[in-house]
């Protein structure tokens, strides 16, 4: 029996996400297919990340666990050969038996990319904004977001999401390009709480509300309170939405942020 660590790039677009379902394709069930194409042996896999339907990713990771005495080598170029062409096993390394890619993550990496102008090459990897966004304010909220915070406002509940409360350790937002960049590490996060962050960023930089006014929405509402912005009706798309990467390593760093996708400025 062998653990294989499977770091994977991904294109979610024609995807319905990474958990595998009985109706739709999915990035975990292409995997597995693979797998079981290949290895012709019961096999256990799981991953870092539940990437949510048309997000993608540059370094998903997964375990691999199946009797096998194949190296890991052999394993990627197999497994690739099994795969479309928008799902890439980048590397595989062999792992001691017991490895739980979700469960020995230390933080987790997303990148959101938002377009100040139409693209014709990177549609399908960004969130094309028309109107003019003052940045300055979106920097100054974005750093509210560091620290212990309720992100209620902010996700979508799930059963087993327990608490809404996250600890993100790191934020970056920045312009490169035609493009700015947002960057989040935490050391987990609620379903939509990415894509909603964004969304309410574009309002504040928009003019929508404040940075201050954003940092009373990581706030419980009032029982009857109403929200100044309504962040589910503003969430972004998950086009622009990658799983940039998962750090196992405290001694690990995350590069500069970077796009996955340029676009140039004219």
Same mark, same amino acid.
């Given at each position: 029996m062998k653990t294989y660590k499977l770091t994977i790039e991904y294109d979610g677009?024609?995807?319905?996400?990474?958990?595998?379902?009985?109706?739709?394709?999915? &990035?975990?069930g292409e995997i597995r297919q693979a797998a079981k194409e290949y290895f012709r042996?019961? &096999? &256990? $896999?799981?991953?870092?990340?539940?990437?949510?339907?048309?997000?993608?990713?540059?370094?998903?990771?997964?375990? $691999?666990?199946?009797?096998?005495?194949?190296?890991?080598?052999?394993v990627q170029y197999a497994l690739n050969d099994?795969?479309?062409p928008d799902i890439n096993i980048i590397k595989v390394e062999e792992q001691h038996l017991s490895f739980n890619a979700r469960h020995e993550a230390i933080t987790r990496y997303y990148l959101y990319q938002i377009a100040q102008r139409r693209t014709a090459f990177a549609k399908k990897y960004v969130w094309w904004i028309k109107d003019s966004l003052e940045v300055a304010p979106m920097q100054n909220a974005a750093e509210f977001l560091v620290g212990r915070h309720d992100f209620q406002n902010f996700c979508e509940p799930r059963e087993d999401d327990g608490s809404t409360k996250v600890v993100v350790e790191s934020v970056d937002l920045k312009v490169d390009g035609d493009l700015i960049l947002f960057r989040i @590490?935490?050391?987990?996060?609620?379903?939509?709480?990415?894509?909603?962050?964004?969304?309410?960023?574009? @309002?504040v930089g928009r003019g929508q509300l404040s940075a201050s006014a954003f940092n009373q929405l990581m706030k419980p509402l009032p029982t009857n309170g109403k929200a100044i912005f309504d &962040?589910?009706?503003?969430?972004?798309?998950p086009s622009g939405l990658f799983l940039e990467k998962i750090i196992y390593d405290k001694t690990e760093r995350v590069d500069d942020l970077a796009p996955a996708f340029s676009v140039k400025r004219f």
């Amino acid at each position: 029996m062998k653990t294989y660590k499977l770091t994977i790039e991904y294109d979610g677009t024609r995807y319905h996400g990474w958990q595998e379902q009985k109706t739709a394709r999915t &990035i975990y069930g292409e995997i597995r297919q693979a797998a079981k194409e290949y290895f012709r042996a019961p &096999i &256990i $896999l799981g991953g870092a990340g539940r990437t949510d339907s048309g997000v993608h990713a540059l370094a998903q990771v997964a375990h $691999l666990r199946v009797e096998s005495s194949a190296s890991s080598r052999e394993v990627q170029y197999a497994l690739n050969d099994q795969l479309p062409p928008d799902i890439n096993i980048i590397k595989v390394e062999e792992q001691h038996l017991s490895f739980n890619a979700r469960h020995e993550a230390i933080t987790r990496y997303y990148l959101y990319q938002i377009a100040q102008r139409r693209t014709a090459f990177a549609k399908k990897y960004v969130w094309w904004i028309k109107d003019s966004l003052e940045v300055a304010p979106m920097q100054n909220a974005a750093e509210f977001l560091v620290g212990r915070h309720d992100f209620q406002n902010f996700c979508e509940p799930r059963e087993d999401d327990g608490s809404t409360k996250v600890v993100v350790e790191s934020v970056d937002l920045k312009v490169d390009g035609d493009l700015i960049l947002f960057r989040i @590490g935490a050391s987990h996060f609620l379903w939509k709480m990415v894509r909603r962050i964004v969304g309410t960023l574009v @309002g504040v930089g928009r003019g929508q509300l404040s940075a201050s006014a954003f940092n009373q929405l990581m706030k419980p509402l009032p029982t009857n309170g109403k929200a100044i912005f309504d &962040i589910a009706a503003n969430t972004a798309p998950p086009s622009g939405l990658f799983l940039e990467k998962i750090i196992y390593d405290k001694t690990e760093r995350v590069d500069d942020l970077a796009p996955a996708f340029s676009v140039k400025r004219f």
